[in-house]
């Protein structure tokens, strides 16, 4: 028995080892995310940031990814990368910005993958891409899986609706159909479509969005008359 419990206290022991010696990167991790999340949260307040404090948190998640490369904080980053790319306080040179992004575009590969069931991350995804090389077929697959991926979310619609407007071209027309299901699902469950009307900021975009819900009865005159109201 007295060998049993030395047994027992060694394993004990071990483990109590083990789980330091596991828990340390991802305590180390999380503080160096903590540190930047004042400047995320700028971000997601919609203000704008300045290059110090955009550097010392990218610095920040840098570290925190260093010890613990875990999917979330890749996706913190990319985030961070976006905000700086388009919310400083200044322009800041393409060249800095085509960079952000390009960086940005890896950690959403590598989160993604980590972490795939998320709405907002691939629709970042696929903003990213638009802004790197513009309308693509590149663009429509992280479309698609953000819309797959979280297709009730009403706040990520307006943005959707721009990034499927602007990709037009790059769809098949399989994927205009799978489209179109969840515009017409969207469009029954908004009571206010303003929004519609101010996502259409080219020529076409009148006649695309007309074709998405080609298929819905009434929708036509429906939209007639919110144009009407949003733009008189």
């Given at each position: ?11 004990l ?58 999917a ?59 802004a790197?090389?513009g ?39 399989a ?19 303003r ?29 007639s ?8």
């Amino acid at each position: 028995m007295p060998v049993v419990s030395w047994l027992l206290r060694g394993l004990l022991g071990l483990g109590c080892a083990a789980l330091g010696y596991f828990a340390w990167p991802v305590a180390v991790g999380a503080w160096y995310a903590q540190k930047a999340d004042l400047v995320i949260n700028r971000l997601r307040d919609g203000k704008s940031i300045n290059l110090p404090d955009a550097l010392a948190a990218i610095g920040d998640f840098d570290r925190a990814i260093g010890a613990n490369p875990s999917a979330g904080y890749h996706l913190d980053r990319s985030e961070l990368l976006v905000g700086a790319s388009t919310n400083l306080n200044w322009a800041a040179p393409d060249s800095q910005r085509e960079q952000w992004l390009h960086m940005a575009e890896a950690d959403l590969e590598t989160g993604l993958a980590g972490a795939p069931a998320r709405g907002v991350a691939w629709l970042r995804f696929a903003a990213v891409r638009l802004a790197l090389d513009g309308p693509s077929p590149r663009v429509v697959g992280p479309l698609l899986m953000s819309i797959e991926t979280a297709p009730v979310m009403p706040r990520l619609w307006p943005a959707r609706l721009e990034l499927i407007l602007r990709t037009w071209n790059s769809f098949t027309d399989a994927e205009r159909a799978r489209i179109a299901a969840y515009v017409v699902m969207t469009w029954e469950a908004s009571s206010d479509r303003r929004w519609f009307v101010s996502a259409m900021s080219q020529a076409a975009d009148e006649l695309y969005l007309r074709m998405l819900l080609a298929d819905l009865p009434g929708a036509q005159e429906e939209l007639s008359t919110w144009i009407g109201l949003v733009r008189r």
